[in-house]
């Protein structure tokens, strides 16, 4: 049951960092590009929360399945679990992408009556490209993750192991 619980925090920890980091990676390039200049006021407080929830259920979902077999702890397999990870990250990527622009095609077929024909061409290119997108992300999220398990663990572990010896100290 504790190990359960620890795999969802982990879970979503790394969902929820991945999430924010691409969020503030993507706004930051499209605010200095100029793109953003129009766009932010039409857009609305209601729908940007509810686009970063869907993303947010959506990468949260993905995470915890692509860290369903031992969790960022199978780094420790070296390179192979490294390698595990990544094409994890990858496929979960892959998921994300193309089930997030399902989601915003199909709202934005609802809201604006496009026909049936157009939306059919748009998911059939569109998800291609978003899965191919999305999983070249994931990937790269793995590794990142990857570098902040292993700093953590470097940081941590000098604390973790005097607190450890204390503990023996206090018991004899």
């Known amino acids: 049951m504790a190990e359960a619980a620890a ?37 609305g407080t209601l729908p940007g929360v509810a686009v970063f ?15 369903a077999d031992g969790g960022l702890a199978d780094l420790r397999n070296g390179l192979r679990g490294l390698w595990r990870l990544v094409l994890r990250g990858f496929a979960a990527g892959a998921l994300i992408g193309a089930a997030f622009l399902l989601g915003v095609v199909l709202v934005g077929a609802v809201l604006n009556g496009a026909p049936l024909l157009s939306l059919a061409f748009i998911a059939l290119i569109g998800v291609a490209a978003a899965s191919v997108v ?39």
């Not at 795999?7 to 706004?27: I, P, Y």
Request: charged share 15%; with cysteine.
């Open 53 to 67: 929830a869907y993303l947010w259920l959506l990468t949260a979902a993905a995470t915890r399945r692509a860290l």
């Open 7 to 43: 795999g969802r925090f982990e879970a979503w920890v790394v969902s929820s960092f991945n999430l924010v980091a691409l969020s503030l990676v993507g706004l930051v390039a499209a605010h200095a590009s100029g793109a953003l200049e129009g766009e932010l006021a039409n857009f």
């Open 134 to 172: 999305g999983g070249v992300i994931g990937g790269l999220s793995v590794v990142l993750d990857a570098g902040c398990y292993w700093a953590a663990g470097r940081l941590v572990g000098p604390w973790a192991k005097s607190a450890v010896s204390a503990d023996a100290s206090d018991a004899e």
